[in-house]
């Protein structure tokens, strides 16, 4: 039965109880008064600031401490930032991910992007000029291929495992291969004829690195017309890769690391614009994943590794 004195310690528990909460959100922000995000340059610089820039103020409204964001120079960087502690929070590809696992990198991830229709996964490409002659990859015995990254899972990764399944090793089929440093530097590549065919991400026709340079009006064709997506043509694409992760340092505080789930897991109800500018309104609220889920990643880089240790 309740009485007066049930009733008052019952008061000062819950009392205690928010004080506690609110004394160990303290702690935390004492000791993380700016969280880092660290992305992958899978565009080129000015164009991950811009598309970056409302959902980082969002997220340093929400999670009540500066969030600053870091566009790193290569997927590498944001492997060892998190490797040092300087990223608290990142955005990896799959590989890229996979890649930090196996190297001992204490991060878990715990978000990742879902595709308009549901789906959670993009594919690899190889992109060629529609007016080449190349109709398929046997066809450019000797031509130059671009790629993006060591870690891009469908700008390395996912290529050389395909190139693998038809018997080519790309240092010996193509007479240069290149690494250009993002997606967008790749499509570029192919534009100037810098290389003959390039490897990129694609989700669908009108969801692609492709896709948004052709809407912003980056890519020309030699009499100096606006490009359009019809002027390329994809001649392989890969099983479907899973889409890439946010994941934060295993170290964070509990509570740290809840109050950052939320805020990505609310963003498309609590700030739909600035979630909507990340994937241009392609993309669905962020699902919540495990390390597991890129197990099978893992296995691709450790197949992709022992090629090239074949190769050397």
């Given at each position: 039965m309740l009485n007066r004195r049930t009733l008052i310690a019952a008061g000062a528990a819950l009392v205690g109880a928010t004080l506690a909460t609110?004394?160990?959100?303290?702690?935390?922000?004492?000791?993380?008064?700016?969280?880092?995000?660290?992305?992958?340059?899978?565009?080129?610089?000015?164009?991950?600031?811009?598309?970056?820039?409302?959902?980082?103020?969002?997220?340093?409204?929400?999670?009540?401490?500066?969030?600053?964001?870091?566009?790193?120079?290569?997927?590498?960087?944001?492997?060892?930032?998190q490797r040092a502690g300087n990223i608290h929070i990142a955005y990896y590809g799959p590989a890229s991910f996979a890649r930090a696992r196996l190297t001992g990198v204490a991060t878990d991830v715990f978000a990742m992007d879902v595709n308009n229709d549901g789906t959670k996964g993009y594919y690899s490409v190889f992109y060629v000029k529609a007016s080449s002659p190349y109709k398929t990859l046997q066809d450019l015995k000797g031509k130059n291929l671009g790629l993006v990254d060591p870690n891009s899972t469908s700008g390395n990764n996912m290529p050389r495992f395909e190139l693998d399944k038809m018997k080519i090793e790309p240092e010996k089929f193509f007479d240069k291969v290149v690494f250009t440093g993002s997606h967008e530097n790749a499509v570029l590549a192919l534009s100037q004829g810098t290389v003959d065919v390039a490897?990129?991400?694609?989700?669908?026709?009108?969801?692609?690195?492709?896709?948004?340079?052709?809407?912003?009006?980056?890519?020309?064709?030699?009499?100096?017309?606006?490009?359009?997506?019809?002027?390329?043509?994809?001649?392989?694409k890969s099983t479907m890769i899973v889409n890439g992760p946010y994941a934060y340092l295993n170290s964070l505080p509990d509570d740290l690391k809840a109050k950052i789930r939320d805020a990505f897991m609310s963003a498309a109800t609590k700030d739909k614009a600035a979630f909507d500018k990340l994937s241009d309104g392609k993309n669905k609220p962020w699902a919540a994943t495990e390390n597991k889920d890129y197990d099978q990643t893992i296995e691709l880089i450790r197949f992709v590794d022992s090629l090239r240790k074949k190769s050397s």
């Open positions: 609110a004394a160990a959100a303290q702690d935390w922000k004492a000791k993380y008064p700016e969280l880092v995000l660290g992305v992958i340059p899978a565009e080129n610089g000015s164009g991950v600031l811009d598309r970056y820039g409302p959902f980082v103020e969002y997220l340093s409204k929400e999670i009540g401490v500066k969030v600053t964001l870091r566009v790193a120079q290569d997927y590498a960087a944001v492997i060892e930032g490897a990129n991400a694609w989700t669908a026709d009108d969801d692609s690195y492709l896709y948004r340079m052709i809407t912003k009006g980056m890519l020309k064709n030699a009499d100096g017309s606006p490009a359009k997506v019809s002027d390329y043509r994809i001649i392989h």
